[in-house]
Structure formats: C-alpha cells, structure tokens
C-alpha cells in the first residue's frame, strides 16, 4: 500500500513575508465575530515582532512556554483557554517559534473539534475531525515541524506524535527574518535535527526516489549552511536553512527517521532534555550506524563552536534508564527503516542500554 500523503496547502517564502500575513489572514476572517488565535512563543513577548503580529479586536492571543517540550497536558489547558474565549470556534490558529511552538498549535487546532485529552490522541490516524484551520511561522529552522504530518508531544507515558492528515498546516509562512536573531547554539541544535533528518532517511530502508530527492538537496544545503558559512550568519544562510529543513520534512514524510531520534525521544521523555540537543547527544554515539554521517557531524560541531553537553545518561539509575529504553521501543517503524523488518534481533535492550550509557 502507498502512502497518500497531505502536504501543506499553502507556502510563502521569502525575506519580510511575514508583513503578509494579515492579508492572508483577512480572507478567514468572513464571519461576523470570527476571531483568529495567535500562538506565540513567549520569548517574543515584548519583542519587536509584536508589532508586527496582525492582531485585530477579538483576536486572542496566548503567549505559550516552551522551557519544557509540549506535553498533552499542556495542549489540554490551551484548549481550554481557546474554548472559554467564545462560544463560536476560531477562523484560525495561527502558531509563531519555534518546533515546540508550531507542534502547540497545531495539537490545538486538532483538540477544538476532538473530544477529550489530546493524550488518546498519540499515535496514527485516530484523528476524526478535521481541526481549524492553521498556520505556521517558523523562527527557527530545522525541525521540519513546518511541513510534516505530526505534533510531538510528551504524554502521561509515552513521547509520541499525533500523526493525521488533519495535522498538517493550511498554510506556513517561511519569512528567513524571522530566524535571523535565533541563539547561534540553539540555531545549530535545530539545525542538526535536520541534518540528521537526512541521514537517517537517506541511509534507511524505507527510502524511495521522492525521499531521496528532497534528503539529497536538505544535506547539500546542511553542507552550506553549516560547513561553507559556518558561524558566519546572514540572511542568505537563513534562507538555505529555511529550505533545508523545509526539504528535510519532505524528505522523512515519505520515509522515516531512524536509531537517533529513537533514542533522542527517551532522553527527552525521562531527562527532559530537548529535541535538537537530544538529538546531537545520541548521534555522537552512533558511528557504528551512520560512521560517515557522525564524522560530519563532529566536523560541523567543531567549524561552529560547539561543546556537546557531556555525561548526560551515564549515570542515571536503572529504572530511569529502563524507561528511556521502553520508550525508545516505542517508535517500531524508526527502528525498522534504520535496521530492516529483523531489526528486534539485532536491536535488543541491552544493546539500547549500551549506547544510552555511552551519552
Ligand atoms: P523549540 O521550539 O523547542 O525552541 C527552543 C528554544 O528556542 C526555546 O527556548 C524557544 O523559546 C527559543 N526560540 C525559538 N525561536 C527563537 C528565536 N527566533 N530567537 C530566540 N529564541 C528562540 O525548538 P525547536 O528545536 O525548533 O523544536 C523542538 C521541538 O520540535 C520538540 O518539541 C520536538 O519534539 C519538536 N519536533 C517536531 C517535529 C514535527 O514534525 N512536528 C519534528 C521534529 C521536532
Ligand atoms: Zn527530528
């Protein structure tokens, strides 16, 4: 059976596309008493994007936390929020930041007209109704968040997107301006998040001509970004990483990620550790997978200054490191298109335990 997968229905790009919005904005908002809901990371606020936001009489705005990566309980109290602000649903939600912040408002659109916690939601395609209508702005680059079919979120057990057609966003708005100011570390953990996005859907099983195509151009565009510019920013460097992330997303919708994110969703889960950093902690053990993309990857830390946290999972007690390991195990096809249909036998718990105690 091959995948028929949603894309994104609308994109604009560029420098300063962001000032657009309104009007794309102004064509929703048909109804008398239609109201939009801005969801906007709270590192913003005061910023000299407010302004700039397109904010109307009635509109609602919740200024959202990311410090801790979205859980479902999280999702729950923003729903909420949006339901009591009135009694009519809103034109659209609109989320602005970063993976965290973009994974918010779409889990938001989709609750509004799904019953109960978003919690029963975690998994593939149990998403009935279609959700409002929304829209993402990236201020940082490399989740692919933008263009994908999920919203990552941690539940009361489990680390795991809501996968649906329903997910993914009406319309994203790729204005490089807006991640022009981004912390140079935080840029870079983002930005392996794609970067090793690439790698693990170039290298897997389940890779296909479409794959592929958009991996090849993420990494080259990784390569520029990263290697050629190095530390260098500008705005041309933030375009290509716009565009790698927004080819990485591509490329692992019609494939999948691979043993790093597998492992990187334990970290996070049980330490609380974020997505990109996670991600950059698990790679640096991996040679044994990907020996050619981790010495890349040590070259790119080393061209941009980068200081992995170290000792992160090497000390923590059995139990915690038990769970990390129930819920890497979790995420069954990452770990098929990374080792093929076998891979139980080749990946077992003690082996998991091993590379954790190595980060
Ligand atoms: P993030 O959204 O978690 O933000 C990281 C930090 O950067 C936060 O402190 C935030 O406030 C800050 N920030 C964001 N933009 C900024 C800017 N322009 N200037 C200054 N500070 C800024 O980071 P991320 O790496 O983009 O996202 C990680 C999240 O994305 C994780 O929760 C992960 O699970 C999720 N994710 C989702 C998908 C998907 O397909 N839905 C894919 C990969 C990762
Ligand atoms: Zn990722």
Redesign the pocket.
């Known amino acids: 059976m091959f995948r028929n997968f949603k894309m994104v229905s609308r994109v604009i790009f560029g420098q300063g596309c962001f000032r657009q919005l309104g009007d794309i904005l102004q064509a929703l908002r048909t109804l008398n008493g239609s109201f939009m809901v801005f969801m906007v990371?709270d590192?913003f606020n005061s910023s000299e994007l407010v302004p700039k936001i397109p904010f109307d009489d009635g509109d609602l705005m919740l200024w959202v936390n990311?410090?801790k990566?979205?859980t479902t309980e999280y999702v729950d109290t923003l729903t909420d929020k949006v339901r009591s602000f009135s009694p009519n649903p809103p034109a659209g939600i609109i989320g602005i930041?970063?993976?965290?912040?973009m994974?918010l408002a779409k889990a938001v659109s989709l609750m509004v007209t799904n019953k109960g916690s978003s919690a029963n939601y975690q998994g593939w395609d149990i998403v009935k109704n279609p959700g409002i209508y929304h829209a993402g702005i990236p201020?940082?680059s490399?989740?692919?968040?933008e263009v994908?079919r999920?919203?990552?979120l941690c539940g009361p057990d489990k680390k795991l997107?809501i996968n649906s057609d329903h997910t993914v966003f009406d319309q994203i708005v790729l204005d490089p301006e807006?991640?022009l100011?981004?912390?140079a570390q935080?840029r870079f953990?983002?930005g392996m998040?794609c970067y090793i996005h690439c790698i693990e859907s170039l290298s897997g099983t389940f890779l296909n001509a479409f794959s592929k195509s958009y991996g090849e151009k993420a990494l080259q565009l990784c390569r520029e970004v990263f290697i050629k510019d190095g530390p260098k920013r500008g705005l041309e460097s933030e375009e290509n990483l716009m565009m790698a992330s927004y080819c990485g997303?591509m490329s692992i919708a019609y494939s999948q990620v691979g043993i790093c994110h597998a492992l990187s969703y334990g970290l996070?889960f049980v330490l609380g550790i974020?997505?990109?950093v996670g991600n950059c902690i698990a790679f640096n053990v991996l040679d044994e997978y990907y020996p050619e993309g981790v010495d890349e990857f040590r070259k790119m830390m080393d061209i941009n200054q980068i200081q992995l946290p170290k000792n992160v999972a090497a000390e923590v007690e059995t139990e915690s490191l038990e769970r990390m390991i129930n819920v890497s195990l979790v995420l069954e096809p990452l770990w098929e298109n990374a080792l093929g249909k076998k891979w139980k036998a080749m990946m077992t718990r003690a082996k998991i335990k091993e590379l954790y105690q190595r980060m």
């Open positions: 990371d590192v990311v410090d990566e979205p930041g970063g993976g965290s912040t994974d201020t940082l490399g989740t692919g968040a994908s999920t919203t990552v997107g807006l991640i100011d981004a912390p935080q953990y983002t998040d997303g996070s974020h997505h990109g």
